[in-house]
C-alpha cells in the first residue's frame, strides 16, 4: 500500500520560504505522478500542483505560479515543494497526493493516494 508522509510546515512570516516534503513509501513512487494541494479552514481543498510521474512537466495553480516549485527525487522516493515568497493567503494545510491523473490533474478526485496533511502558516 503506497503511504505519503509530508513534512516541512511550520510557521513563516510573509515574503519567506518553506519547503515541503513528501516521502512515499513502497515500490510504487515511480509509477504515479504527484500532487500537492491545500486546504483553508473552511474551504474546500485546492491545487496546488503537480508534477508527472517521469518529472519532466509541471503544473501549477494561477495563485502560485512563479512562486512555488515542484520538483521530485527518485533516490529518495521523495518530492517536494518549494514555496517562496509566502503570503498570508497561503495558511493552509497542505497535502501530498499520488495518482494517475490525465487532465482532470488539478481536481482531487484525480488522485488515490494522499498524505496526512502538513500545516502551512503565514503571517502578515
Known amino acids: 500500500q503506497v503511504q505519503l508522509v509530508e513534512s516541512g510546515g511550520g510557521l513563516v512570516q510573509a515574503g519567506g520560504n518553506l519547503r515541503l516534503s513528501c516521502v512515499t513509501s513502497?515500490?510504487?513512487?515511480?509509477?504515479?505522478?504527484m500532487g500537492w494541494f491545500r486546504q483553508a479552514p473552511g474551504k474546500e481543498r485546492a491545487f496546488v500542483g503537480m508534477?508527472?510521474?517521469?518529472?519532466?512537466?509541471?503544473y501549477y495553480a494561477d495563485s502560485v505560479k512563479g512562486r512555488f516549485i515542484i520538483s521530485r527525487d527518485k533516490a529518495k522516493n521523495t518530492v517536494y515543494l518549494q514555496m517562496d515568497s509566502l503570503k498570508p493567503e497561503d495558511t493552509a494545510v497542505y497535502y501530498c497526493?499520488?495518482?494517475?491523473?490525465?487532465?482532470?490533474?488539478?481536481?482531487?478526485?484525480?488522485?488515490?493516494?494522499w498524505g496526512q496533511g502538513t500545516q502551512v502558516t503565514v503571517s502578515s
Open positions: 497526493a499520488a495518482g494517475s491523473p490525465g487532465s482532470d490533474y488539478d481536481q482531487p478526485h484525480a488522485y488515490a493516494y
Open positions: 513502497g515500490r510504487l513512487f515511480s509509477r504515479y505522478a
Open positions: 508534477i508527472t510521474r517521469t518529472g519532466i512537466t509541471t
